[in-house]
């Protein structure tokens, strides 16, 4: 048999060998001719008997190197324990954030904020409420939501930590769930802690109740709040009683308006079913100073004003 032949039925046998440590053995450098036979017999021996295969910490320089056709793997291979035969993978310690980060990201993703009612926190809250308040059903993936199921157990902490005196609220919102709103507006106004609300760009709808809920309100000079009656879209079975319905639930709103605000129970109704603001609709729409004029906001301001009278609600509750 000639030397090629010999070679190739060696190389062939690669096939019927154990590659377990095939980590360890490098094939790019055989060799040719009899360089290759010899270079085969060494890599037939050392895959038979694996416990005489170079310690590549004994002999930096034959340590096998990454590259084509070579068996050896990535630089991050795995490690074996001589003492307990566990294979061990590299820890890399920057791969996974600390609990702390984690946390933060959570609150940011959940409530839009990295600032949960802590120990550490200030004396002032601040809250958001913007896009749509969410209820029993979930919204429009597309639209940016206020989910009450948040926001009452963030109500909660805050009235249970002591160091919270007061919480600023700043609403954008085009409305919503009218009875999770409600509940929301409920709460505000029922918290032992000084309230100051601000609305800026629009608080529309159930957004009313919840922009004169707290102590002391303020409205953008360019903001505005759409007042309109309750209403419903699509099917409708039992008109009288849907009716009847909706009534009860349009004076459930309009109490809690004109417990919390100035406006009175004409002036509001009047607003209500207002015929010129809304082409599609009943309604009014207050700008600014509109809005303080009927009585249903206290102040035309922005957060500075806000902050200066949460400021002093808090000092006079000290006293």
């Keep these: 048999m000639s030397t090629n032949e010999n070679s190739q039925n060696r190389f062939m046998n690669l096939c019927d060998w154990n590659f377990s440590d095939a980590n360890d053995v490098n094939l790019c450098n055989l060799g040719l001719g009899n360089n290759q036979n010899q270079g085969l017999d060494n890599l037939q021996s050392k895959v038979q008997n694996p416990n005489t295969i170079d310690d590549p910490k004994q002999e930096p320089d034959k340590t096998p190197k990454e590259g084509h056709g070579n068996l050896i793997g990535s630089s991050r291979k795995k490690t074996k324990n001589s003492q307990t035969n566990k294979v061990e993978m590299p820890q890399d310690n920057d791969e996974e954030p600390n609990n702390k980060e984690k946390q933060v990201i959570q609150n940011i993703k959940e409530l839009g904020t990295d600032k949960v009612p802590t120990k550490e926190d200030k004396t002032i809250q601040c809250i958001t409420i913007i896009g749509e308040i969410e209820g029993h059903f979930m919204g429009n993936p597309q639209k940016k939501a206020t989910k009450y199921e948040h ?3 963030l109500l909660y902490s805050i009235e249970e930590d002591p160091e919270i005196k007061g919480i600023l609220i700043i609403l954008n ?6 009875e999770a709103g409600l509940a929301m507006a409920e709460l505000i106004n029922s918290i032992s ?8 760009g629009g608080s529309h709808s159930i957004g009313v109740p919840l922009a004169t809920a707290g102590d002391y309100s303020f409205i953008a000079p360019s903001a505005t709040m759409i007042v309109h009656p309750v209403r419903t879209n699509g099917l409708v079975i039992g008109v009288n009683e849907t009716f009847e ?6 004076e459930r709103i309009n109490d809690f308006i ?6 009175t129970d004409e002036e509001l109704t009047k607003l209500m079913h207002a015929r010129d603001d809304l082409v599609s609709d009943v309604g009014s729409v207050l700008i600014g100073k509109e809005a303080v004029d009927c009585g249903l906001i206290n102040e035309v301001g922005g957060l500075k004003e806000s902050l200066t009278k949460l400021k002093e609600l808090i000092k006079e509750d000290n006293n």
């Design 151 to 153: 926001i009452i157990p």
């Design 173 to 178: 919102t085009v409305g919503g769930d009218v």
């Design 193 to 200: 802690k000084k309230v100051v609300t601000l609305v800026l």
């Design 245 to 250: 319905y909706f009534k009860k639930m349009q």
């Design 258 to 263: 004109i417990r919390t605000s100035d406006i």
